[in-house]
């Protein structure tokens, strides 16, 4: 544990090449050592669809994923997302989570920002994501919706 906070400690990031898109006094990170399971857990409660989680369930849902990007203020970890990809052609992007405490400031866009403009993200040409509830947010940072997007839901959502 201490190993692990001594790596997240030096994975801070503070810095966009872009300036204009932080939250000042926010602190942004790309790595899955960045985050714990537990803090990642609470930050699911606020959530419809990912409050059943279980630590196991998380962990290996990390062990999966190819980029985290997250975000902490006064050491407590506030904002999160999740990006599968090839690094080439696709790329998928989950689980936008910013605590409520924080919403309304700008978090969530500057999280997406630092995201979807991450220097391994950047040229990926095409990023989809799945929402109902944040489809108008999306839209403001050039997502689109379009027909054609399938999907194979085993379970309902709030169960997975």
Same mark, same amino acid.
């Not at 279980?54 to 290996?60: D, G, M, N, R």
């Given at each position: 544990m201490v190993k692990m906070k001594k790596q997240r400690k030096d994975l801070m990031k503070q810095n966009f090449e872009n300036k204009e898109n932080i939250c000042p006094g926010y602190y942004y990170y790309d790595s899955k050592l960045a985050i714990t399971t537990e803090e990642l857990q609470d930050l699911y409660r606020f959530t419809r669809w990912g409050r059943s989680r279980?630590? $196991?369930?998380? $962990?290996?849902m990390l062990e999966g994923t190819s980029m985290c990007f997250s975000v902490r203020y006064n050491g407590k970890l506030v904002a999160f997302c999740r990006i599968l990809t090839d690094f080439v052609f696709r790329g998928s992007l989950w689980d936008i989570l910013v605590h409520p405490d924080h919403q309304g400031k700008g978090l969530g866009s500057s999280l997406l920002r630092y995201a979807l403009g991450h220097p391994s993200i950047r040229s990926v040409p095409i990023i989809v994501t799945y929402t109902s509830e944040l489809i108008e947010f999306m839209c403001k940072l050039g997502f689109e919706t379009r027909d054609g997007l399938l999907i194979l839901q085993r379970r309902p959502i709030e169960y997975s």
């Open positions: 279980s630590l $196991e369930q998380i $962990e290996k």
